[in-house]
């Protein structure tokens, strides 16, 4: 088992760029494969990005590919989202998903979730 708590959202202003963080808790966080997903208000969650458990397989969104980049440092149990060009349509509350296996981007396969951090891109 393993508890996320996700860290990095706030205010940006449309273009700008923010990094978000999600560590991890116990020793078993190398062992999943991580994903980053989204949910505006009224919408569904959504996929954003995920990789694999060593980090050498990543995995995007087209919505946010080229713009942002998903990556881990399994030694401080960390995962992080830098996302660059941000867009109104950007806005939403970020969640980092644990599983087990080869990452996927559907949220039902994912095990474990942080409790979200909120991302606003202002125009």
């Known amino acids: 088992q393993v508890q996320l708590v996700e860290s990095g959202g706030g205010l940006v202003q449309v273009g700008g760029s923010l990094t978000l963080s999600c560590v991890g808790s116990g020793r078993t966080f190398s062992t999943y494969a991580m994903g980053w997903f989204r949910q505006a208000p009224g919408k569904e969650r959504e996929f954003v990005a995920a990789l694999s458990r060593a980090g050498g397989s990543t995995f995007y969104a087209i919505s946010m590919k080229g713009r942002s980049t998903i990556s881990r440092d399994n030694a401080k149990n960390t995962v992080y989202l830098q996302m660059n060009s941000l867009k109104p349509e950007d806005t939403a509350v970020y969640y980092c998903?644990?599983?087990?296996?080869?990452?996927?981007?559907?949220?039902?396969?994912?095990?474990?979730w942080g409790q979200g951090t909120q991302v606003t891109v202002s125009s």
């Open positions: 998903a644990a599983g087990s296996g080869v990452p996927r981007t559907d949220v039902s396969w994912y095990d474990y």
